[in-house]
């Protein structure tokens, strides 16, 4: 009996996803567990697995952005038929154009044949990519003769190498050497980039305010350097760590700011999963570290290493990045000493963290200097008081100070 396969719910509020590729071709065989494809979802792009055993009998969406719940594949048995209905094919997929030369008698091409057209030109001058024109302009190819593939016939790098590669005509050389003509590359958003940009619009119409405050980090720096010598073997903490453990035990004493605000109702949590922001080259994720008020800091720094690890190498699964209470967004590392970080809602507050400044300052009537961190809670006002986000922020300046406060 065959099993269509539908493209699978990931996350909550998962609506769509983006097929990437296929890992699998149709006739080959499945194991349930076996990862199937690549899919893009709006935090992630991960393998799904296979629902079922057996051959991969049809794929009826090639790739593209598909529908929770749309039959995207069939596995079954070899040699039995398959009909897929046709909403499972999107208009202009390739599965959609093959069944459609099929319906008018001809086959498809095995392999996607690209139109070949003569360079394009605009006011004289012609399409080619800046990547192209620097290969053309390295091997003293004239674009002129180069047939271009790209979209309206613009002239790509590969047309370029292929001319190269067939003796083209060599462009004549310059009288004087002229700056290479600018061109504004065009970059569609990425299935993650346009969640950024909603989710950040939606934060922004938020009712939030800020609370600075300034903490002294010399015995959190002493209690660092001491579990780096105790954890030598295994993932060394860091002051992010330190400050993932306190702001744990902080939440616990001040549960509001441990809340996600739902519209009409506030969920507070009993247990602290904190999201650390991680930046990546196509965007910005928080995968979530469970329950911190319950891990040591060994065990919270050694799970930041693997999902750092995980998020940086495209290996995120959706189950890292759901469920979080509160997030805790670090530019330190940048040499930032303050910044104001946007919610991620719906949590009801985000912490942002500077770099620890050696700073002058008045310690019992004496200038001495001092490592100074400086932190800045942002809330969402709906859920949190002043009153409250200011004590929850003394408490992690208290625990900042000497650590065995927050033991």
Known sequence: MATEIKLPRLGQGMESGTIVKWLKSEGDEVEKGEALYELDT?????EVEADASGVLLKIAVAEGEVPVGKTIAVIGEQGESVEVADDAQEEGSPARAREEDRARGREAPSEQVTEIKQPSTTNGRIKASPLARRIARE???????????GPDGRVVAEDVERAAATGAPVAPPASAPTAPPQEVE?????SMRKTIARRLTEAWQAPVFQLGISVDMGRTLEVRKRLVELNADSAKPTVSDLLTKVCAMA???????NAL???DAIELYPTANIGIAVAIPNGLVVPVIEGCERKTIAEIASARVELVDRARSGRLQQGDLDGGTFTISNLGMFGIERFIAVLNPPQAAILAVGSTEEKPVVVDGQVVVRPRLELTLTCDHRAIDGATGAQFLGDVKAFLEEPGLAL
């Open 42 to 46: 709006d935090k992630v792009t991960q």
């Open 139 to 149: 091997r003293g190819i004239d674009l002129s003769n180069v047939a271009g593939t």
């Open 186 to 190: 065009l970059e569609q958003l990425s």
């Open 251 to 257: 939440l616990m004493r001040h549960r509001a700011v």
């Open 261 to 263: 605000y739902k519209g």
